[in-house]
């Protein structure tokens, strides 16, 4: 079991897609429906050419249990369009590295078209990072922008207020 340590934050501008160094087109999807009570989100993913399956604990904040396991992409590919409960969450993913960190940037399309979340993977909770010009709003806390949430309630349904991070 590997433990997930991460922040996230809105972005701004666009002057990040200049400092990326690689970027990967991502499908994904759920099998097991949000729900009161559940301990666990079941996803697959499509990275590229390579497929996984991923389950993580559906703890809100800084860190959650992670498993990822490789599966056959033809697999993944018939997951997603028979198993997966909502939509398919789509988004390129961009790479930028800054100092020290990674720094992962999510486009989304689709229902979600419009938001861009960066996320920055911490060695441990209390780790400091310098936050490059780019980043906006720290969203860590707010369950709607995990992946998860955006399978089920699209970014293009929030309110303004919501869209900023509020």
Same mark, same amino acid.
């Given at each position: 079991?590997?433990?997930?340590i991460?922040?996230?934050?809105l972005v701004? $501008?666009?002057?990040? =897609?200049a400092? +990326? *160094?690689? *970027?990967t087109h991502? +499908?994904?999807g759920?099998?097991t429906p949000? *729900? ?9 993913? !499509?990275?590229?050419?390579? +497929?996984?399956?991923?389950? =993580?604990s559906l ?7 992670e498993?990822?396991? %490789? !599966? ?14 909502? %939509?398919?969450?789509? =988004?390129?993913?961009y790479?930028?590295? /800054?100092g020290t960190?990674l ?7 689709? /229902?979600?078209? $419009?938001?861009?979340?960066a ?6 909770? *209390?780790?400091?990072v310098?936050? %490059?010009d780019w980043? $906006?709003n720290e969203?860590?806390h707010? +369950?709607?922008y995990?992946?998860?949430s955006?399978?089920?309630y %699209?970014f ?6 919501e =869209?900023? $991070?509020?």
């Amino acid at each position: 079991m590997a433990r997930e340590i991460e922040r996230k934050f809105l972005v701004q $501008g666009t002057d990040w =897609k200049a400092l +990326a *160094h690689q *970027h990967t087109h991502f +499908a994904q999807g759920y099998l097991t429906p949000l *729900h009161a009570g559940a301990k666990s989100s079941v996803r697959v993913r !499509i990275e590229g050419q390579t +497929a996984n399956l991923n389950i =993580k604990s559906l703890e809100i904040g800084l860190s959650r249990d992670e498993y990822e396991y %490789p !599966i056959a992409l033809a697999d993944a590919q018939q997951m997603l369009a028979k198993l997966a409960v909502g %939509p398919v969450v789509e =988004k390129v993913r961009y790479f930028v590295r /800054d100092g020290t960190h990674l720094w992962e940037i999510d486009e989304f399309f689709g /229902d979600n078209q $419009g938001l861009v979340v960066a996320e920055v993977e911490l060695a441990h909770e *209390h780790e400091a990072v310098r936050l %490059p010009d780019w980043v $906006g709003n720290e969203v860590t806390h707010q +369950a709607r922008y995990y992946n998860i949430s955006l399978s089920e309630y %699209p970014f293009q349904s929030w309110s303004e207020a919501e =869209k900023l $991070g509020h």
